[in-house]
């Protein structure tokens, strides 16, 4: 069985060198889905609590929010990070308060401090799958991710290769010890 939760991401992004109106900056609502797989645990009768996959994939994840996501050659990134130079921005401000912690893997760098994402290829609705897949596969038994974009949308599914020890009382992942860092269940 599959539990899945729906994330919304609003990001200002562009094709760099395509040949199409997306090579122009531009911004978009986005509503990636993500879904895990595992057997049922009976206690709960749950796969895995909704709000835990959420909350699991928000804390990385917002730094996609109200962010702005450039390709590592597009020349608008140093021109950009220039102009937040220029005022005093790119390494924070008290206003930006929502950040995740600062990421870096194979297909995207984040940079909270100053809400940018450099990613290694183009944000595509299939871009950011693979880039969603590569920051949570550790830590969820994803079986499947959609992301849509406007009228823009892709998914690929995954085969879930972990068991995951959840709590019989409140359905989250015990930890190493096989203790529930929510409630204080031990398993025996
Ligand atoms: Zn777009
Ligand atoms: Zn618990």
Not at 90 to 118: H, I, M, S, W
Not at 155 to 162: I, L, R
Request: glycine fraction near 8%.
């Amino acid at each position: 069985m599959k539990s899945f939760t729906t994330i919304q991401l609003q990001y200002a992004h562009r094709f760099y060198g395509f040949k199409g109106e997306a090579q122009y900056l531009h911004g978009h609502t986005g509503i990636l889905t993500i879904e895990v797989a595992d057997t049922i645990e009976n206690g709960v009768n749950m796969v895995f609590p909704c709000n835990e996959i959420y909350k699991t994939a928000w804390e990385v994840l917002q730094n996609f929010d109200h962010a702005l996501i450039l390709r590592e050659d597009d020349p608008l990134l140093p021109a950009v990070l220039k102009v937040y130079d220029e005022q005093g921005i790119r390494g924070g401000a008290p206003t930006n308060k929502q950040k995740g912690p600062a990421f870096k893997t194979a297909l995207a760098t984040a940079y909270p401090e100053c809400r940018l994402v450099v990613t290694k290829e183009t944000m595509t609705v299939e871009g950011m799958i693979k880039m969603v897949y590569e920051l949570l596969k550790d830590k969820l038994n994803i079986a499947k991710i959609t992301f849509t974009s406007g009228v823009n949308g892709a998914s690929e599914e995954f085969t879930p290769d972990k068991s995951i020890d959840r709590c019989p009382l409140c359905g989250i992942a015990l930890n190493e010890n096989g203790v529930c860092p929510k409630c204080g269940y031990k398993k025996r």
